[in-house]
């Protein structure tokens, strides 16, 4: 008996050594997106992404159409044609066709990895003005209220005094 008052007591030490622990960690929170948002660099990046899909959907279109009247030329001409002519220019289509998909393939890719490659950089900006500004008020936490996280009522908002701190 003596034991188990013993395991009891000490289980009950623990639990309010971790509740007093825990009791003294400040939890902030912030909507990394917004920031990101809010960031000119981010402005940048968008107007950098527009540009370059601007131009790989004009060469798109350009090589959509071209493959468009190639089509309707042969389709023309295919009673004219031998057998022969006809399967290789029909070979030519396909070809034309996968170059078609092959490029729209190439671009989706160039776009991502340009998206990445942009958003890299800012994104770490933000995480280290973020990590600056809690360190700064003694925050142990911070949550990103962007992802769906469930925010504490008593936790602060840091965006405003991390946008402050960037300069935005």
Not at 33 to 46: D, F, N, T
């Amino acid at each position: 008996m003596k034991h188990l008052k013993s395991i009891l007591f000490a289980t009950a030490l623990c639990i309010g050594m971790v509740s007093f622990v825990g009791a003294q960690s400040k939890i902030a929170h912030i909507n990394t997106q917004e920031l990101i948002k809010s960031m000119p660099e981010m402005k940048e990046a968008q107007s950098q992404l527009e540009t370059l899909s601007k131009t790989y959907q004009t060469e798109l279109q350009s090589l959509g159409s071209e493959f468009q009247k190639k089509v309707e030329l042969y389709d023309k001409e295919a009673a004219t044609k031998t057998k022969e002519e006809n399967t290789n220019r029909a070979k030519e289509v396909q070809t034309m066709e996968q170059s078609i998909r092959e490029f729209q393939q190439q671009a989706q890719q160039d776009l991502q990895k340009k998206e990445f490659d942009l958003l890299k950089p800012i994104t770490e900006k933000a995480k280290e003005a973020i990590l600056k500004v809690a360190r700064e008020q003694g925050f142990d936490y911070v949550l990103d209220s962007s992802q769906g996280v469930t925010i504490m009522a008593d936790g602060k908002d840091l965006l405003a005094d991390v946008k402050a701190s960037l300069g935005i």
